[in-house]
């Protein structure tokens, strides 16, 4: 399970400035519910030209709501020049770090100041528009962006790559492209470590075989994790690629339950099962 600060949770259980502004001079909207992230950021500015109001509404995962949440605190009583200064880096330094596998959270927050500024600034609708060839298919990541997160954050790796900007999080078929792109901006320095996942085979399993893969995992992979806790997860049912659970004990009353359905036990179940699993709560 990843490892989260204090701040990022607090930040998750109890987000800072969500809704909507009516009136807003800023409107940026980033990501989409197809993707799994989406962000909307709204500001008002009063009469200094400083941001008075800021709210986000957004669809993600908790890294995603504790970045929003701590960009609006970030942005409150700066001027937009002074707002557009920050990068993702510091928004991840505000909530004390975040897990490299999300570092793609506080980019979404940064593109989404950027496209409320420019919303504000040009008249745009204040959506990010695709820019330049796109690379990661599944996300529709482009070139451009790679580039950017790339020596902005100077990734080396192709892992890296995926954690900032969710591209070769997929299907993995754009991955020797992010590889060459990787090379062509730090040469000798980049890192292909990830590229034998590009060929790596999905297991074939059948129903029966998925559905005993799928137990074990929870006996031995999630259950422990949970009981920690007093919590504790039962299967009911699986349908296709959808896999049905059963929160019991501590989690059903617990309010990040959906946070570490998403978190811990889905990406245990892809990681040892099949990675086109899906985890539901039976209703």
Not at 20 to 45: N, P, Q, T, W, Y
Not at 57 to 83: D, N, P, V
Not at 141 to 163: H, P
Request: net charge negative; glycine share 10%.
């Amino acid at each position: 399970m990843w490892d989260y600060t204090d701040k990022v949770m607090d930040h998750f259980r109890h987000p800072r400035n969500v809704g909507f502004i009516k009136d807003a001079d800023g409107v940026g909207e980033v990501g989409s519910m197809a993707c799994g992230d989406a962000l909307r950021l709204m500001f008002k500015l009063d009469e200094q030209g400083r941001i008075e109001d800021v709210k986000f509404q957004t669809f993600g995962c908790g890294s995603a709501i504790a970045s929003a949440s701590a960009l609006t605190e970030m942005l409150r009583g700066k001027t937009l020049e002074e707002a557009e200064k920050l990068t993702n880096q510091d928004i991840a330094e505000f909530l004390g770090g975040l897990p490299e596998q999300k570092m793609h959270c506080s980019v979404l927050g940064r593109e989404a100041l950027e496209a409320a500024i420019e919303n504000y600034r040009n008249g745009t609708i204040g959506q990010v528009q695709l820019e330049g060839r796109v690379v990661c298919i599944c996300f529709g990541v482009t070139e451009e962006k790679i580039e950017r997160a790339i020596r902005e954050n100077g990734l080396s790796t192709v892992d890296q790559v995926t954690n900032y900007t969710k591209a070769g999080g997929g299907c993995g078929g754009c991955k020797d492209e992010i590889a060459q792109i990787l090379e062509r901006i730090n040469g000798h320095l980049a890192v292909k470590e990830s590229q034998p996942e590009v060929s790596k085979p999905k297991r074939k399993l059948t129903n029966i075989q998925k559905i005993q893969l799928i137990q074990e995992t929870i006996d031995r992979e999630i259950r422990p994790e949970l009981k920690k806790d007093g919590g504790d997860v039962e299967l009911v049912d699986v349908d296709g690629d959808k896999v049905i659970l059963s929160l019991r004990g501590s989690c059903v009353e617990c309010r990040v339950a959906q946070f570490t359905l998403k978190t811990l036990v889905e990406p245990k179940l892809k990681s040892f099962v099949s990675e086109d699993l899906v985890v539901v709560e039976a209703k």
